[in-house]
DNA sequence: TAGGCCAATTTTGAATTCAAAATTCTCAGA
DNA sequence: TCTGAGAATTTTGAATTCAAAATTGGCCTA
């Protein structure tokens, strides 16, 4: 599947910056780059462009997106509604077996940070918001939140987050499991509201790389 | 701008029901119908693929996406998410004159309601709701809930909305509006939420015609 | 007559070709 | 030397062409 194949290759190159933000995208150039053709390669320009990461000038070719501190801002916030919205309906919804799974995780992501193995507690991290969101089994909630993240996940932090940061985030996280167990709806929306708004201030203090150019 | 004007159109088509829900999208038949080559058309599935109005099946072709009741419902727990977490930027970052507007345009609606001008109502509600959401100065956020409240469109309901509903609706405008004259943010989402729950629950209710078939 | 296999046709996927718009380069004139 | 008009080149937008996969139809066999 030559299509979606070229859509996720080119949306990994803008997440990861190897096609710098605001640079101009030569069709024929990534073609080559690409060893495709430029049909395939268009079509993937203009679905990355409905999702955000392209900006196509008519006429006048095509650009990776720029991320300002504004969008970042705006991101987070529609990340935090949706997630905060997800946790709700995953009270409803999920299973025994999921919290468990959950709880897990958590475990697993508090060793990591005791053992100061951050890699590992970023991934764990990652798995319980994407776990919570997918618990809400609301398809089209899980789609946004991933687009959104994606999107977010083009911002690289320049500062490193501070301690301080990481243990209030270790102790929301104790607040999201223990909502989510007792399946308290309204509080688990409200750890997650916090929690994110924590990481988006913090990202703000941090500054990040495109902001500096 | 041949490629924009064709998802307009087609995105158009699919939302008033014209391609019916589910049917099959033949690509030589659609460009015959619409004058153009099968290159831009292509393209304009891909994108609509991406916005979740048509499902593409590798090497078999496009069809119209099916919505179901429960898409029905998930599309509208997250239009509630987005409207209520808009409510609360808005009432932070909104000016006075647009205050004003979405004044004048609520007793606009409150006229046609009481002369039973559903139609225009329905146009002053509508306007209400985008507007709100526009003054939370979040581009995401109204890109998000754009797409989401268009695919919710696609629903074609089956028995009218009871007078009961038209009246709490109008109750709920009401406390909206003055939720957010205060700029009190936390009630106004609150308000959205128990307003778009009624919507949700008032279209259950009533059905749509898909889920008929 | 029913079922299944193989060829013919249709339809999708991708490359190539053609046309139009934008950019770049050249060169005349001040 | 600097500016600006216009031609040449590049690049995008769309149609056409070519290849591969899927569907359809017919024919043979049981």
């Not at 905060?84 to 799974?101: F, K, N, T």
């Not at 764990?124 to 946004?144: Q, T, W, Y």
Request: proline residues 2%; charged residues 25%; hydrophobic residues 45%.
């Amino acid at each position: 599947m030559l299509h979606e194949d070229t859509i996720s290759r080119l949306r990994t190159l803008l997440i990861e910056g190897q096609i710098a933000p605001g640079s101009r995208i030569q069709e024929q150039t990534l073609c080559a780059e690409l060893g495709i053709s430029r049909t395939p390669l268009r079509e993937a320009l203009k679905v990355l462009a409905a999702e955000g990461h392209v900006v196509l000038l008519p006429h006048r070719g095509a650009r990776a997106a720029k991320l300002t501190m504004k969008d970042v801002r705006d991101l987070f916030d529609v990340s935090a509604a949706l997630e905060s919205a997800a946790g709700e309906l995953a009270c409803q919804r999920i299973s025994e077996e999921d919290i468990a799974r959950i709880a897990s995780l958590h475990a697993e992501m508090a060793r990591h940070f005791a053992a100061g193995a951050m890699e590992l507690y970023y991934a764990c991290n990652r798995a319980i918001h994407e776990a919570i969101v997918k618990a809400s089994d609301n398809p089209v909630l899980v789609g946004l939140y991933d687009g959104v993240n994606t999107r977010i996940r083009r911002a690289r932090y320049v500062a490193p987050m501070t301690q301080a940061h990481w243990r209030t985030a270790m102790l929301e996280h104790e607040a999201m499991l223990n909502a989510l167990q007792r399946r308290d709806g309204a509080m688990l929306a409200l750890v997650l509201k916090t929690h994110l708004r924590h990481k988006a201030e913090e990202v703000e203090r941090a500054g990040f790389a495109e902001t500096l150019k």
